[in-house]
């Protein structure tokens, strides 16, 4: 295997004989494979389109068989491979219906028969020896990897019926991209880079709208983090749609819903918060589950990304659904949580010894683009009294690195006029600091989970039009951390947009190459972080 979609990978350089993650090579392969496959279902897709045939279930498959690929979303390969077969199937059918001859390998794709064929497959596949150029290479990776986290986003607005047929073009486009017998060159690859930045501004806008015409325009909320008495089910990954699904079958049955990690955000939604069961938050972000789980006595639900290998103590208690899958877990489909209920129900909960161990905390979220911008007027009146001197965007994915501390003590060392916007689950390295308020508006402000980036975009754009500037002349300084690949989306969005100055870490990305990474500093002036009080000092201290 070869991997090094993420931020954790081997060395700093690549998984090969086993993920970090815990992914197998067996995943590995298959999941390259899948990757294969898309492409050259793209091809057909493309073609079909030129001959005015969009096909629905074609574009969902796509983005569902990405997503799947990316880090820390699947790890059982019998649905990975039937994931596989169904990409191969809809590419034959395709080609079928509009007539288009199997005129090179990726056209001819069929799996292997048996595992030795399987790895020699993989190999062709793998994206380490398709493009033979370092540079045209690293540029084909990250190409990839920001096209998995645009298939992300785009599948979370599909389960709420919002679909654009022109970014299924655009991921077509992408996946299909130096695949189609052409040699692009340097700048070639740069600027497909780039239009995967913009395709995922456009899938990051429509799950924006999916999720606000959904369950209303997040409002700000008081979330406890202390659990009550009760039986429980904890609530974790990005799927609003699943939450409310739940919270629904779950009324009425004398069970309390928590949020963990990327779902603490819901409980600012209007419809969400409108079911008294939804009582708190418990945990804090992905890589802590084997530590935060086996104290939570309840059902324990992943909807999607993170989950980690679960530890045996807790294991028989975790469920999946939707794209999320680990072997030996149990995997409920269709939006039936019945089994999940069932067993929480057969659980003993929390007790009122348990409760007794958690101090009476709350924090507060639902500072979307709606509520800030509500606010805007009070915001640069602040900025123009001299009363809020910076804003920071300081948010990102988590991970285990111990170089992540970075983020908590940036936020800690900032001067007390400043304010901090964040998002993700990067947020739980300070979510529960108490930074006090400028005005009245406090200083951290959560804006959501990784998928609401669109909700800084947004605010920062509104900012740059309110002060009749650009974004880079804003007091606003963006101090990303990354780890999967809708980071990876989510940095090509802002570097399509200009934005320059970003600070990245913990570290930079292993799919980077020299040239590439000299292109991105020297024309996007990205800066990887150094240590908080250096960084704020030549921040704050810039003229
Ligand atoms: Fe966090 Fe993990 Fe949100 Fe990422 S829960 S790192 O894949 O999606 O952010
Ligand atoms: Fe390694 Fe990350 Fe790939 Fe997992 S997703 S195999 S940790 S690079």
Same mark, same amino acid.
């Given at each position: 295997m070869f991997c090094n979609q993420c931020e954790q990978t081997a060395r700093g +350089? @690549?998984? !090969? /004989? @086993?993920? #970090?993650?815990? /992914?197998?090579d067996e995943v590995a392969t298959t999941q390259d494979l899948i990757v294969y496959a898309l492409r050259g279902l793209a091809l057909v897709a493309l073609e079909a389109r030129k001959k005015q045939i969009v096909d629905k279930e074609t574009d969902r498959l796509t983005v569902k068989a990405l997503f799947s690929?990316?880090? !820390? #979303? !699947?790890?059982d390969n019998d649905a990975l491979v039937a994931l596989l077969k169904e990409v191969i199937s809809a590419r034959k059918e395709l080609m079928k219906k509009i007539s288009m001859p199997a005129s090179s390998p990726l056209l001819n794709f069929e799996l292997a028969g048996s595992e030795q064929a399987l790895q020699e497959q993989a190999k062709l596949a793998s994206i380490e020896t398709l493009v033979n150029d370092q540079d045209c290479n690293s540029l084909a990776q990250t190409l990839l990897f920001g096209l998995k986290g645009v298939a992300a986003y785009a599948d979370h607005a599909a389960i709420l019926e919002k679909e654009d047929p022109e970014l299924y073009a655009d991921i077509y486009r992408g996946l299909s991209f130096g695949f189609d017998g052409k040699t692009p060159s340097l700048t070639e690859w740069i600027d497909a880079v780039l239009n995967c930045g913009k395709a995922n501004l456009r899938a990051m806008e429509l799950l924006d709208a999916a999720n606000t015409e959904t369950y209303g325009q997040p409002v700000p909320t008081e979330v406890s983090l202390a659990p009550i008495e009760g039986k429980a089910i904890l609530v974790s990954g990005h799927d609003l749609k699943d939450l409310y699904d739940l919270l629904n079958q779950t009324a009425g049955k004398g069970i309390n819903i928590y949020t963990h990690g990327e779902m603490l955000p819901t409980h600012a939604y209007p419809k969400l918060k409108q079911f008294p069961h939804l009582v708190g938050h418990f945990g804090t972000a992905w890589q802590n589950q084997a530590k935060e789980? %086996? !104290?939570? %006595?309840g059902a324990i639900l992943f909807t999607? *990304?993170? +989950? $980690? &290998? %679960?530890?045996?103590?807790?294991a028989k208690n975790v469920f999946t659904t939707g794209l999320v899958g680990y072997p030996g877990v149990t995997h409920v489909k269709n939006g039936d949580f019945s089994k999940v209920i069932e067993h929480a129900l057969s659980l003993k909960g929390f007790t009122k010894e348990d409760i007794a161990k958690y101090p009476q905390k709350k924090i507060l979220v639902g500072f979307g683009h709606n509520t800030v911008l509500g606010v805007a007027d009070k915001v640069i009146d602040g900025v123009k009294s001299g009363a809020i001197k910076h804003f920071f965007l300081v948010g990102g994915c988590d991970g285990a690195k111990p170089g992540r501390n970075y983020y908590t003590e940036f936020v800690e060392k900032t001067p007390k006029d400043t304010i901090i916007l964040t998002l993700a689950?990067? /947020?739980? &390295?300070?979510?529960?600091? $108490?930074?006090g308020d400028i005005g009245g508006i406090p200083r951290l402000l959560d804006v959501g $989970?990784? *998928?609401?980036a669109f909700g800084a975009v947004k605010i920062a754009l509104a900012l740059a039009d309110a002060f009749k500037c650009g974004v880079n002349e804003l007091p606003l300084t963006l101090v990303l951390s990354w780890y999967e690949q809708k980071a990876v989306a989510i940095l090509l969005t802002l570097l399509s947009l200009g934005i320059k100055g970003i600070y990245l870490g913990p570290s930079l990305p292993a799919f980077l190459s020299p040239a590439v990474l000299d292109t991105l500093v020297k024309t996007f002036d990205i800066k990887p972080i150094s240590t908080p009080g250096e960084d704020l000092n030549t921040i704050l201290n810039k003229k």
């Open positions: +350089i @690549a998984c !090969n /004989k @086993a993920g #970090v993650c815990g /992914k197998t690929t990316l880090t !820390n #979303v !699947n790890f789980f %086996p !104290n939570f %006595p999607t *990304n993170c +989950i $980690q &290998r %679960p530890a045996e103590e807790y689950c990067g /947020k739980f &390295r300070f979510f529960d600091k $108490q930074l $989970q990784c *998928n609401d």
